[in-house]
Each structure stands twice: as structure tokens, then as C-alpha cells.
């Protein structure tokens, strides 16, 4: 019995030697300041996360279009350079005229708030819808007031120089000529509104010539 105790103890002894166990102080931290557990991997073992980051370019992009719309009336999202304002800012120029309306109302909120880089497309989607429903945009312009319009306007004009640059037309007078042309079945009120927007848009022109 001795003899097979002291064996025992010798094969315990033994084991001990040859086995390496990591020790706690070898295993790495499961939390976020891991390398390995960072929140770049957070973001490709849980997508959702990435939705929920202010700063991705995809936040929120879960969500229906209006409910980013809703939102953004509401006060409680501010459109940025991300792709749910940029999808909020095309709906502007849908075909459906409810969605219109509401897009319009959404529009004018984020062109009076829009700053960075969102500030330097509102124009491109403002521009495109002018010129393809004029006469819509007449209807609404006719209750701006002075520092409204003149908003539109020089967010638009850098738009409209790019198309003069791009010799889609000669100067900003060709396009605002356009504008009255395309505006067919506008009333002598709604051409007057369109008309006033023009001049502001001329002057914004000449200011930015004046400025290069």
C-alpha cells in the first residue's frame, strides 16, 4: 500500500512538471480595450452596431426614410453627411405629390440647419427639384420671406455655376430664363415668385464671381 502511494505521488509530481497552464495574467481581457475584442469587431460580429453610431455613415439606415423625416421635424435628428439625410434631401423630388409635400417641409428644415459638409449638397437636390417642378416650388416660395429666399437661392447658385462650368448653360441667366420657360402653366402670381427667386439667384451668381 506504501509502495502505491509513493508511486501515485511521483506520477502526480511528474504531471506537474511537464504541463504548461496559462496562467490569469496570460489570458487576454474580453472587454473592448482588447485588440482583439475592439469595437471594429464589435461592429462585424453585431451590424446593429454600426447602426447606432452617430459618427458611421450608415446610422440609422435601418429605419424608413419618413421616420428619419419625422424625426428631423421633430427635432430629435439633425441631418448630417450620412446616408439617411441624403436619402431624405432626394426624396425632395419624388414623383408622388404627398411624399412631396411632406419631403418639402423636412427640406426646409434641413436647409436652414444644414452646416459641414451637408451644406455643400442641399443645392444639388434644391436646384433638381426647381427645375423639375417649378411651378410646385412657386407655390411654396410665395410664403418665404426675404432671407428665406435669398437661403435657397445662394445654396442653389453654386449649383447652377457648376452646370455653366459643365457648358450646360452659357451663365446663370440661361438657367433662370429656363426656369420660366419650364414653368408652362404658372399663373402671373407663381411667375413673379419665380421671377423674384431668379433675380436673387443673378445676384448670388455675380457675388460668387465677385468673391473668385
Known amino acids: 500500500m506504501l509502495r502505491t502511494s509513493f508511486v501515485f505521488a511521483v506520477l502526480v509530481i511528474n504531471f506537474s512538471c511537464h504541463s504548461d497552464p496559462k496562467t490569469i495574467a496570460n489570458e487576454a481581457p474580453k ?14 460580429h453585431n451590424p446593429m452596431d454600426s447602426l447606432r453610431n452617430p459618427s458611421n455613415y450608415f446610422y440609422l439606415s435601418d429605419l424608413p426614410t419618413k421616420k428619419i423625416g419625422e424625426l428631423i421635424l421633430s427635432d430629435s435628428f439633425k441631418a448630417a453627411d450620412n446616408e439617411v439625410s ?22 426646409k428644415k434641413i436647409i436652414a440647419h444644414s452646416d459641414g459638409a451637408l451644406s455643400e449638397v442641399v443645392g444639388e437636390f434644391s436646384k433638381k427639384y426647381i427645375e423639375t417642378y417649378p411651378k410646385e416650388f412657386a407655390n411654396y416660395a410665395s410664403d418665404f420671406s426675404k432671407s428665406q429666399l435669398e437661403l435657397w437661392a445662394f445654396q442653389t447658385v453654386e449649383h447652377v455655376l457648376a452646370a455653366v462650368e459643365e457648358k450646360r448653360y452659357k451663365n446663370a441667366g440661361e438657367w433662370t ?35 473668385d
Open 86 to 107: 441624403f436619402r431624405c434631401l432626394d426624396s425632395l423630388s419624388s414623383p408622388d405629390p404627398v411624399s412631396r409635400a411632406f419631403y418639402f417641409a423636412v427640406f
Open 31 to 44: 472587454t473592448p480595450e482588447n485588440p482583439g475584442q475592439g469595437s471594429a469587431d464589435m461592429d462585424m
Open 177 to 211: 430664363n429656363q426656369i420660366v420657360k419650364d414653368c408652362k402653366d404658372c399663373n402671373a402670381p407663381q411667375l413673379a415668385v419665380i421671377r423674384k427667386f431668379n433675380e436673387t439667384i443673378i445676384k448670388a451668381a455675380r457675388d460668387r464671381e465677385e468673391e
